[in-house]
């Protein structure tokens, strides 16, 4: 066999090994991918343990996950008060010709939930994560506070901890973050329906256009 020959047969065995390892590859993946999709949600939580703070904040937006969130906080005494933060419209009540910002929504849905009408205050300002914890620190120092706890929704935690901790950086206050279970998809498989995927996407986005704008 002359040496042409040999290499051809060699380029053609490597060519083998190259599809077989692909296809074991690939194989792996699938078979794991339940493990590293729950991973890559997984990487969007990071929530503090929760504690007694002096003020507790929902966030604008959910209003049903972080107003319940914040009446279940507020009834077993991790917070004197809470206030729901938010001065976007709600586009859902705009359509029934009422105005109503996210700020009461969440307001109304704690009450809802269980919490008393006397320990809910609304801060109906910022129409952005970066916006609100401008206001919230404003707020927070207005109202005497050394610790508050943030809500807002699990897949949120990470983003949101970073930006708030950037806007309090020398403040004197600590902020801990605290994640609301979302009611439209399950966290361990949010894969499995549209609005997990949407949100899991979206947050993804959102973690680097925050990274690179502020």
Known sequence: MDQAAEDRKHHRRLRWWKLGFAVFFVLVLWSSRGEILR????LLINEDGSTHVDLAYALGGSPL????????????????????????P??????????VLEAELTRQAAYRAGAPAQLVDTLA??????????????DAHSRG??????????FHTRRVGRVF???????GVVV??????????DP?????????????NNEYVKLVYYALKY
Not at 125 to 138: D, K, P, Y
């Open 65 to 88: 996950e972080r107003g319940g969130e914040l009446a279940s906080l507020l009834t077993k005494g991790y917070a004197p008060l809470g206030i729901t933060t938010g001065g976007n």
């Open 165 to 171: 901790r950037k806007r309090f950086k020398g403040s």
């Open 188 to 200: 361990q498989r949010w894969w499995d329906t549209e609005e997990g995927l949407l949100m899991v």
């Open 145 to 154: 506070a050394d610790t508050i706890m943030v809500i807002t929704t699990e």
């Open 39 to 42: 991973g890559i949600g997984s």
């Open 176 to 185: 801990l973050v605290h994640g609301a279970r979302s009611l439209d998809y």
């Open 90 to 99: 709600s586009h859902t009540m705009q359509a029934v010709g009422m105005q």
């Open 125 to 138: 300002r910022g129409t952005s994560t970066w916006e609100e914890a401008g206001f919230v620190l404003t």
